[in-house]
């Protein structure tokens, strides 16, 4: 069974908050990241609510489970539920993104994601990276109608790495999607649909590629 082969040599996540990504991406970070160079951005720490001060700890300890040093991820602070607000910021963030990380590939909430910090990280980032790949990942909470159309094989060992960086925000530990069976499960129904054991889920917002024979 042949898959399709795609890569990059920067890859770019974007959450609008801490465990966003790892929630989305987490398994296909753990596999990428000892071999290409990747950089994960969260736009908001959470930290105007008083009952989520350890995020930012708990962000940096889950980044490193993954692979990703404090060195190749920012946690900004713009306010939770307000992103619409600094839309315009938010994108200039980007575009510098773009014009110093130069990134191939970027991960940013689906488009089915209804929270509205996520819709603005979305749609700011289809403006400012017009000529990459942009491909979308799932935050069980917040989407409605997400299918995923790019599915990842993705390992034991990797699924694994995700659960352990997901169990580092003790913050966070009563939420149901944050149930290990929930997020196992969810890799599962991913690699039923493209027989596989376990895949990562993504949905396409844009596909910048050429075709070229190997070799």
């Known amino acids: 069974m042949s898959d399709m082969r795609f890569f990059g040599k920067r890859v770019l996540f974007i ?13 296909l970070i753990a596999q990428i990241a000892p071999i290409t160079e990747v950089h994960c951005v969260t736009l908001s720490d959470n930290r105007k609510n008083p009952a989520l001060q350890d995020l930012p700890g708990e962000h940096a300890a889950s980044m490193k489970v993954l692979g990703v040093g404090q060195e190749n991820s920012e946690l900004l602070d713009f306010e939770t539920r307000r992103f619409p ?8 963030v980007m575009v510098k993104l773009q014009r110093e990380f130069q990134p191939e590939i970027v991960f940013v909430h689906t488009q089915a994601d209804l929270h509205q910090d996520h819709k603005t990280v979305t749609e700011e980032a289809l403006r400012a990276f017009r000529g990459r790949t942009v491909l979308g990942y799932d935050v069980i909470r917040s989407s409605y109608g997400f299918f995923p159309n790019f599915l990842v094989a993705v390992s034991e060992r990797e699924v694994e790495l995700k659960l352990q960086a997901l169990s580092q925000y003790q913050t966070y530990n009563t939420k149901y999607y944050f ?14 649909i ?18 070229t024979k190997e070799g």
């Open 15 to 27: 959450g609008a908050h801490p465990d966003d990504i790892e929630l989305g991406c987490g398994a």
């Open 85 to 92: 607000d600094f839309r315009q910021e938010i994108l200039e």
């Open 179 to 192: 149930n290990p069976e929930i997020t196992r499960a969810t890799l599962i129904r991913n690699g039923a």
């Open 194 to 211: 493209c027989e596989r054991q376990y895949a990562e889920g993504f949905d396409i917002l844009r596909i910048v590629a050429s075709f």
